[in-house]
């Protein structure tokens, strides 16, 4: 980051670390925003609210222009996420679940479809809001005790519509709302904005536990995708896979973890990222997601051949206390292994509020992934990604207010990219009031790639984001 940008950053600070916002955690939260539908509260609806805004400034990759203008480095306020979720219990076996909200708006971009140049509907502005989930669910072995009292061993639910009960690992049905680190690294979505909607697709789900064993599998109608396999003119680029699914085939997934400590919830799918001291949890897991003919490509001969998405995962969540009891001092770590096959040399590239465009006059070399934050995403190939953060013992004049302290790396190694490549990520959590109301600066760094076998440095990025949810 340059020092230029550093006024920026501290005027950004002092004012978002002026929200503040009430959530689980906090006495005063409670239940939440819950509305009985009967006097006996069996029936109800839920609603839940929650924003993300980035206060940011990030190292572009060589070669890129914003709206026009070229630049090495960029700073901006947008929103990462804003959103609103509907849980209606009207019966105690059906549910009916609705998600929406906007994703990714910036100054320049993020704006509703058809949005460009200046005015009212100028670029970037008024996005359009859209459903990430639409589902109903009926519990066909509900939890807890039967007709005669005794706990069930097992629980099973059935449920259909646009859903996030997805495979491969725990972090790919993650929660936004109480992530360790500023954000996830995405690698966990693979799918992201390709074959599905937002990391949704439609399909029918089963989840439950059988024990401390806990359960998702689903099976899906993946979106279409039609990209154009590699060629110039004639001349086609031979056995590089890109996402072209034709009539899609149905997609199946799942995952399983087992819970040894504490029971975590499942009422509904998102999996929490850091507990903020208040449970005892260690997982392991693992999962998969698998679609015949996800991909196409061209073979030596010039022909169209298809390949399976075939994708997999193995994990392991611990959230744990440590220390004095009184001081409610804790340790998170995740660590998740990934073997992703998509087809061969398969790789996608994006940037996340990705601000750059191509500069048709730089003459310089050029990033391998594109302009502005862009960066290999995922490919053909391995990823091992792990974050640790340790929450600091409570001060006694303000025991609210919470500090923790986080660090994630990730490695990914790709049959397009010769080369692994490194990324770094370092920052820290101030909890105001849990993760109802945090600030949380983070600052990453990410190689860029000139050619597959050469990184030709790493660029960086600070943000602060301020979460708020009720």
């Not at 024990?211 to 396999?229: C, E, I, R, V």
């Not at 009031?433 to 030709?456: E, F």
């Amino acid at each position: 980051m340059q020092r230029r940008s550093l006024p920026f950053f501290l005027i950004a600070l002092l004012s978002l670390s002026a929200l503040t916002g009430r959530g689980q955690g906090s006495p005063e939260y409670g239940s939440g925003m819950r509305f009985n539908l009967d006097p006996e509260g069996k029936k109800y609806m839920r609603l839940l609210t929650w924003a993300q805004i980035w206060a940011r400034s990030g190292q572009q990759n060589p070669g890129t222009t914003v709206n026009g203008v070229p630049t090495d480095n960029v700073s901006d306020i947008g929103a990462r996420r804003i959103r609103m979720l509907f849980q209606t219990q009207i019966s105690p076996r059906y549910m009916i679940v609705f998600h929406i909200g906007i994703n990714n708006q910036t100054f320049l971009n993020g704006g509703a479809a058809g949005t460009s140049g200046t005015g009212g509907y100028g670029q970037g502005k008024k996005p359009g809001i859209f459903f990430h989930e639409a589902y109903n669910e009926y519990a066909v072995v509900p939890a807890g005790k039967n007709a005669e009292g005794n706990p069930r061993k097992g629980s099973l639910y059935v449920g259909a519509g646009l859903h996030y009960f997805n495979g491969i690992s725990r972090m790919s049905s993650a929660s936004t709302l109480n992530f360790l680190t500023t954000d996830l690294p995405i690698i966990n979505w693979p799918l992201i904005e390709n074959s599905d909607q937002f990391a949704r697709q439609f399909g029918i789900y089963a989840k439950g536990k059988l024990g401390k064993l806990g359960y998702q599998f689903s099976m899906n109608k993946p979106f279409a995708t039609n990209l154009t396999p590699p060629a110039t003119g004639t001349v086609v680029t031979p056995n590089v896979a890109v996402d072209n699914n034709g009539i899609s085939k149905m997609a199946y997934g799942g995952y399983v973890d087992y819970q040894f400590l504490d029971q975590e919830a499942n009422v509904l799918p998102y999996r929490i990222g850091t507990y903020v001291g208040t449970k005892r949890v260690f997982n392991i897991g693992a999962g998969f997601y698998t679609q015949p003919e996800g991909t196409a490509s061209y073979n030596t001969s010039g022909q169209l051949q298809r390949h399976n998405i075939n994708l997999f995962g193995l994990d392991l969540f611990a959230d744990l206390p440590i220390g004095d009891k009184a001081k409610n001092a804790a340790l998170t770590v995740y660590s998740v292994y990934y073997n992703y096959n998509f087809g061969p040399n398969y790789l996608r590239n994006i940037g996340i509020m990705n601000l750059g465009a191509a500069d048709a006059s730089f003459t310089g070399q050029r990033a391998l992934a594109g302009p502005g934050n862009a960066r290999p995403f995922v490919g053909t190939g391995n990823i091992w990604y792990t974050q640790a953060g340790i929450l600091l013992p409570k001060a006694v004049e303000k025991p609210k207010m919470r500090v923790q302290p986080f660090a994630a790396y990730t490695y990914k190694a790709f049959d397009a990219l010769p080369k692994a490549g490194n990324y770094y990520d370092m920052g820290l959590n101030l909890y105001i009031d849990g993760h109802n109301a945090k600030i949380s600066p983070q600052y990453s760094l990410r190689p860029y790639y000139t050619d597959g076998n050469t990184i030709g440095g790493y660029k960086g990025e600070f943000i602060v984001q301020a979460q708020v949810y009720l």
